[in-house]
Nanobody
Framework: QVQPVESGGGLVQAGGSLRLSCAAS????????MGWFRQAPGKEREFVAS????????YYTSSVKGRFTISRDNAKKTVYLQMNSLKPEDTAVYYC????????????????WGTGTLVTVSS
């Protein structure tokens, strides 16, 4: 059973940085895309970023481009999300996701979800 476990959330002031990590225990293959989604209070879960198995292709939602960077370490079965220049509108629960295939863009593409980590950005 694959179980992604997130860490690194917390409270930060606007303009600050946080680094999220997600270790996917039980993952027997590194060929699947991994990524991050987020859900703000009262809103639907939305895609944030994803990365393919080799790490040479990344994809971001427009609101985080240039501020967030996704990376992965297949040997550690871990994906990271470096978040810089954080804004109050980035406040949400961030969920790690392991894709069903090499494509990860929507919740329909997700095979396994983490339980989430809260990121709060104060103004």
């Amino acid at each position: 059973q694959v179980q992604p476990v997130e860490s690194g959330g917390g409270l930060v002031q606007a303009g600050g940085s946080l680094r999220l990590s997600c270790a996917a225990s039980g993952l027997t293959s590194s060929t699947y895309a991994m990524g991050w989604f987020r859900q703000a209070p009262g809103k639907e879960r939305e895609f944030v970023a994803s990365i393919n198995w080799s790490g040479d292709y990344t994809y971001y939602t427009s609101s985080v481009k240039g501020r967030f960077t996704i990376s992965r370490d297949n040997a550690k079965k871990t994906v990271y999300l470096q978040m810089n220049s954080l804004k109050p509108e980035d406040t949400a629960v961030y969920y790690c996701a392991v894709g069903r295939s090499a494509v990860l863009r929507t919740p329909l593409h997700v095979a396994y979800w983490g339980t989430g980590t809260l990121v709060t950005v104060s103004s």
